[in-house]
């Protein structure tokens, strides 16, 4: 069993005070927010959460590895543009999918296009 540190609950703090950041995004965050915790803590604790399950890791292309502490079956849209990250809830039908033969664990899925704000210009 892994403690849970002071550090660990500043890092998990701003995850979802930010809802989609990446890294870097964390650790700007808590050193705007005075916080001492270094950056390679930062990398590593959310590392380590997504090794244990407790956020998802979110890989989109052209984008940083992002994090998300949400862990209800969801879909995310991604802004090519602004790179924001959105979720999206999905139809009951979809998170109980079945296939024949498969035993499903969970579903994964990305919706790329364009924000309202970035289409609005």
């Known amino acids: 069993m892994t403690r ?3 550090q660990k609950q500043e890092v998990y703090g701003a995850l979802c005070a ?3 950041p990446t890294a870097t995004e964390v650790y ?3 050193q705007a927010h005075g916080s001492t ?6 990398f590593r ?6 090794e244990e399950g407790k956020i998802r890791r979110l890989s989109f292309a052209g984008s940083d590895m992002r994090y998300d502490a949400t862990l209800s079956p ?3 849209a991604h802004c090519v543009l602004c790179g924001g990250v959105t979720d999206v809830p999905l139809p ?3 998170s109980e999918l079945r296939i024949d033969g498969f035993e499903v664990y969970g579903l994964e899925a990305e919706i790329s296009g364009v924000c ?3 289409a609005r210009g």
């Open 45 to 50: 604790v959310l590392v380590g959460f997504a």
């Open 18 to 20: 930010l809802g989609h």
């Open 92 to 94: 009951k039908s979809i």
């Open 28 to 30: 700007a965050y808590l």
């Open 37 to 42: 915790v270094s950056r390679g803590t930062v």
């Open 4 to 6: 849970n540190t002071k």
């Open 116 to 118: 309202e704000k970035c």
């Open 74 to 76: 969801h879909a995310h």
